[in-house]
């Protein structure tokens, strides 16, 4: 059993990201317009942005307090200018628990449990795929929004929460079906075979990747079996960080 990974309190900004992301990647590339909320955010997060911080990721189009728009979280190891552009260097997957939404602020806190992430095992060069060696659920994540607590100062974002918790739930339901797994059960990639990696890896879609390695689980009952138990973890229980 790997040994529990530390944990922080984090105070998380918002930042927006031009486009939709896939998190875990390399970098994370942002070009905020002048003057804008963006902009500020990022200024202040330059300036004060800890050795490893947590970032939520918001698609384009979606305001800074919008769950719908997250698309992507994880623990920033580097973080700098580079012309009209910030750049991101991320090493870590990141699960969330313990979220508080702080309106005065434009902040979410919450309590961070960091994963390792691996993009390259025993010379399988994934290149700029979107999909990690450890692969989860980005929606799960969601479902963390039922323990926010503080937001009854914004019964509006606290309605809207809500609202897409339930909607989300049937989403759910149909891949559900359509999967014949679970859909948040987190799966460690690294534990399938090699061929079955590299037949994953030749298409960029996530949805055919997760389509790939769902056929490969019900064709292979020790690797079923094995997810299953990993769905049945604490959630909380991460490989150790070495890298320090």
């Known amino acids: 059993m790997p040994e529990p990974q530390d944990k922080a309190d984090l105070r998380l900004p918002i930042i927006s990201f031009s ?10 590339l942002l070009k905020p317009e002048p003057k804008s909320r963006t902009a500020k955010l990022i200024g202040r997060v330059l300036k004060s942005l800890p050795p490893k911080c947590l970032v939520v990721v918001q698609d384009s189009g979606h305001r800074y307090d919008d769950p719908d728009g997250i698309s992507a979280v994880g623990v920033v190891t580097k973080l700098f200018s580079q012309e009209d552009r910030v750049k991101f260097s991320a090493e870590y997957r990141a699960g969330l628990s313990n979220l508080v939404y702080e ?3 434009q902040m979410w806190s919450a309590r961070v449990t960091r994963l390792r992430d691996e993009p390259e095992e025993k010379g399988l060069d994934i290149g700029n795929s979107e999909l990690p060696m450890i692969l989860g659920c980005i929606e799960s994540i969601y479902y963390l929004f039922l323990e926010i607590k503080g937001l009854e100062r914004d019964p509006d974002l606290l309605e ?4 897409y918790i339930e909607k989300l739930k049937l989403n ?3 891949k559900e079906t359509a999967y014949y797994l679970p859909w948040h059960i987190l799966i460690d990639f690294r534990h399938l075979p090699e061929d079955i990696k590299r037949w994953a890896l030749r298409t960029d879609s996530v949805v055919e990747r997760l389509q790939i390695i769902v056929d490969a689980l019900k064709a292979e009952k020790s690797i079923l079996s094995h997810a299953i138990m990993l769905a049945e973890d604490d959630p909380d229980v991460t490989p150790k960080d070495e890298s320090n």
């Open 160 to 163: 809207k929460i809500n609202g």
């Open 172 to 174: 759910r339901r149909e």
């Open 19 to 28: 486009g939709h992301s896939i998190f875990p990647q390399t970098f994370f």
């Open 103 to 105: 309106p005065g602020e």
